[in-house]
T-cell receptor, first 110, second 115 residues
Framework: EDQVTQSPEALRLQEGESSSLNCSYT??????LFWYRQDPGKGPEFLFT???AGEEKEKERLKATLTKKESFLHITAPKPEDSATYLC???????????FGKGTTLSVSS | GAVVSQHPSWVICKSGTSVKIECRSL??????MFWYRQFPKQSLMLMATSNEGSKATYEQGVEKDKFLINHASLTLSTLTVTSAHPEDSSFYIC???????????FGSGTRLTVV
């Protein structure tokens, strides 16, 4: 069965304490690996799409990387406003739905 | 660009009544719309996929007679929860596949509470 697995389930960081979130996938036919941020009571907010192993993308304090089996979301010097749930999803051919992992809930305290 | 507007953002209804949730693509044509359900502290679970002008495809275990999906135009898809019960209380989110390029955009979600 195709799966997208995220770890850890929850992560607590102090402000400025860098860390990484993991997303491993066993899906076949993957076209793109997506990262989203979700705040409580809101829909997912798009962060990155990665298409091939070795690809990296950055946005402010976030950097996403992709290998053949997993993706990492690196958070550098996080701030309290980075607190959210980060979702990873596998994408396939256009017109088919994303397969989501369970997410990592990040809490950053000042 | 590529915004999906979802309404209402929250709704409370009585058990046995029906509730309609709307998703409109504001600046693009949504050929395909996906409907997800999310329980507290859980991830998004796909309920159904709808293509404009055709019947929706439901995931295993999703009652198609309870969750009616209409995608009559390229800019509007609706989910109607019929004869709602407390166990239908959840967060419902729509998502559209982008017509240009490869990507997905999400609505802001609807919190349904059935009392």
């Amino acid at each position: 069965e195709d799966q997208v697995t995220q770890s850890p389930e929850a992560l607590r960081l102090q402000e400025g304490e860098s860390s990484s979130l993991n997303c491993s996938y066993t899906v076949s036919g993957l076209r793109g690996l997506f990262w989203y941020r979700q705040d409580p009571g809101k829909g997912p907010e798009f962060l990155f799409t990665l298409y091939s192993a070795g690809e990296e993308k950055e946005k402010e304090r976030l950097k996403a990387t992709l290998t053949k089996k997993e993706s990492f979301l690196h958070i550098t010097a996080p701030k309290p406003e980075d607190s959210a749930t980060y979702l990873c999803a596998g994408g396939f051919q256009a017109g088919t739905a994303l397969i989501f992992g369970k997410g990592t809930t990040l809490s950053v305290s000042s | 660009g590529a915004v999906v507007s979802q309404h209402p953002s929250w709704v409370i209804c009585k058990s046995g009544t029906s509730v309609k949730i709307e998703c409109r693509s504001l600046d693009f044509q949504a050929t395909t719309m996906f409907w997800y359900r999310q329980f507290p502290k859980q991830s998004l679970m796909l309920m159904a996929t709808s293509n404009e002008g055709s019947k929706a495809t439901y995931e295993q275990g999703v009652e198609k007679d309870k969750f009616l999906i209409n995608h009559a135009s390229l800019t509007l898809s609706t989910l109607t929860v019929t004869s709602a019960h407390p166990e239908d209380s959840s967060f419902y989110i729509c998502s559209a596949g982008l017509s240009a390029g490869y990507g997905y955009t999400f609505g802001s979600g609807t919190r349904l509470t059935v009392v």
